[in-house]
């Protein structure tokens, strides 16, 4: 839909994601950032929490897959998506659920550090990977394939030149 609020939370992850499936099949993780303002008492000098805020998100297809396999509870994150309201009905009562449909989902790196590899994915991404394969350990592996993309406009020496240097063509 357009015109949905598009929002970026930053938080730590209350658990685990949860990985699951659809009727169709199709999979959808959910999980919980939980986000605390920080703010400076300009009078003690001492840095003071805010209220929490906890956002439930949900992310699908094999971004789904990805996000179960790579986010870990207590993980910060960096989350941008769309604000969605649902409407339902509980014990007779109606009610209304805030949810944050992911449209990206990454580690925040201000505290630490990521080693990120390129999922062999399926038809209909851009890039054409392939599937996940299973390393040694019996952990699902995801690695870009030898040489790149076909479609890579920088696997190729710059035209009128042969090598490739530092230097910006400007």
Known sequence: MTGE???T???????????????SGTPV??????????TQNRQTGQWEDGEAMFIRCSVWREY??????????GMRVVV????????YEYNGERRTSIELQVDEVGPSLR????????????????GGYGAPAQ?????????????????????????????????PPF
């Open 111 to 126: 505290y630490a550090r990521a080693q990120v590899t390129k999922v062999p994915g399926s038809g209909g991404q851009s």
């Open 80 to 87: 941008t998506g769309r604000m969605t309201v649902r409407n």
């Open 9 to 23: 939370i930053v938080g730590n992850l209350t658990g685990d994601p949860e990985l699951r499936y659809v009727s």
């Open 64 to 73: 789904a897959e990805n996000v179960a396999e790579s986010l870990l509870k």
């Open 29 to 38: 993780a959910s999980f919980t950032v939980a986000s605390t303002p920080r």
């Open 135 to 167: 390393n040694t350990q019996g952990r699902v592996s995801y690695t870009a394939p030898q040489g790149g993309s076909a479609g890579d406009q920088w696997s190729q020496p710059p035209v009128g030149g042969s090598n490739f240097d530092d230097m």
């Open 5 to 7: 609020p598009i929002v």
